[in-house]
């Protein structure tokens, strides 16, 4: 069996074009989060690692644009 990058790539980036259209930007955070929980507890039958990397990047979405909003407010001072 052999996992092609590329195309991984391709829907992970297709899936968080997706969140960000149809998912609000508080509940993306609170969305992120609940990822992120969940793939601490990865070990059990239903709940996996793979929540990790994916509440991280979701958490991102509104995480980015704060990150610059306070940093191109703190150049203006």
């Known amino acids: 069996m052999r996992l092609d990058l590329g195309s991984l790539r391709g829907r992970l980036a ?3 074009v ?3 259209r149809t998912v609000p930007p508080g509940l993306r955070t609170i969305l992120g989060l609940v990822l992120i929980a969940g793939g601490v507890f990865g070990f059990l039958p239903v ?6 990397p994916l509440g991280v990047l979701v958490v991102m ?3 980015k644009p704060l990150w610059a909003w306070f940093k191109g407010r ?3 001072r």
């Open 61 to 63: 979405l509104d995480l």
């Open 47 to 52: 709940l996996g690692f793979w929540m990790l």
């Open 14 to 16: 297709r899936l968080l």
């Open 18 to 20: 997706r969140v960000r």
């Open 74 to 76: 703190g150049d203006r």
